[in-house]
């Protein structure tokens, strides 16, 4: 994305195109979600007099073993606003070089929080303890005053990669003991719920939960909903959250129905992200194989990222979409796939044979 000059991924694709793996935010509604959009009991959620929404807000703030949550447009805003939240004008935000929050929000962090930003460098967007103690800055009048540690969990850029447990307690830890607040956006933490064998564990999921002073939850990624995202934390926080969110213009009215969708995909749709996280080690593979392919990130989730030796991320993205494969250029030289809900294994399949037999690089035939 970096390369191209404009919203080159918002172009439209072919409408022949067969296998749409451009994101998991290209998912429809499936009936039985537009069923239960349709039966929603509404009312106005400025007043927090929509019962769906409660609801949705509810069961979001149980599950992750916190007090209340706040249901907003987008997780740009459910980041966004925890920042706001998090910090005063002029301190100082730790993240990952790869963050969405620092690479992906328009530059909010500097232009709505006044914040700016310390990156790190880690490992496919996790960092370790020592490198984020060692960028916490001390209590000189010199320095920005470092307020908030914020991890990605699944991370976008870093294909989708999955933090360890362990490490995430010790950061929680230590990251709290200095006063700072721990921010989790869990755009896709379904995903790493998945993978870590959490979910339907109800006690790891509150113990995750409890690691972060506010987390950020999508509901129209892997989720499949239309739109949504879910602000979980202590009920201090999330009042000023509310707050927050009526100066963004955030505030929604009877939005009854989208929550509905949320509280559907809870239901329906998390346990299968397994079959989508399958569903990428098989690209994965095919890709693995392809003689233009210099190497393919370890697929952990649902996202795939492959490398091209030289920069034909473009070329290569045009092939593939050619033979009926959507992706995303994701840097100069890489290639990003992201499985989802409106694929099936017969899909996935078809998918792997026609990115075998295209061809990546140079011209095309
Ligand atoms: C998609 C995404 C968000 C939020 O994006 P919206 O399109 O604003 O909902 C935040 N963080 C990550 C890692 C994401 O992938």
Partial sequence: MAQSSSNSQLQPLPSDLLVDLRSDTVTRPTDAMKAAMHAAEVGDDVFAEDPSIRALEARCAELMGHEAALFCPSGTMTNQIAIQVHTKPGDEVVCDRLAHIYNYEGGGIARNAGASVRLLHGDRGRFSLNECLDNINPP?????????????????????????????????????????????????????????????????????????????????????????????????????????????????????????????????????????????????????????????????????????????ADTAVRALAEVGVGCFAFGPDKVRLVTHLDMTSGDIHEACSRIAKARLIGPQA
């Fill in 140 to 312: 000189d009048s010199h320095y920005a005053r470092t307020t908030l540690v914020a991890v990605e969990d699944t991370c976008n850029k870093g294909g989708g990669s999955v933090w360890n447990l362990a490490e995430l307690e010790a950061l929680s830890k230590e990251v709290r003991a200095r006063g700072l607040a721990f921010h989790l956006d869990g755009a896709r933490a379904w995903n790493a719920f998945v993978a870590r064998g959490q979910w339907g564990d109800a006690g790891a999921l509150k113990a995750y939960g409890h690691l972060f002073d506010s987390i950020s939850l999508c509901l129209s990624k892997g989720l499949g909903c239309p739109v949504g995202s879910v602000l979980v934390g202590p009920q201090s926080f999330i009042q000023e959250a509310h707050r927050v969110r009526k100066v963004m213009g955030g505030g929604m009215r009877q939005a009854g129905s989208l929550a509905a969708a949320g509280l559907h995909a809870l239901e329906h749709h998390v346990t299968r992200l397994a079959d989508d996280h399958a569903h990428a080690k098989q690209l994965g593979t095919t890709l693995a194989a392809h003689a233009n392919v210099a190497s393919v990130d370890p697929v952990e989730t649902n996202i795939v990222i492959f490398s091209l030796h030289g920069n034909h």
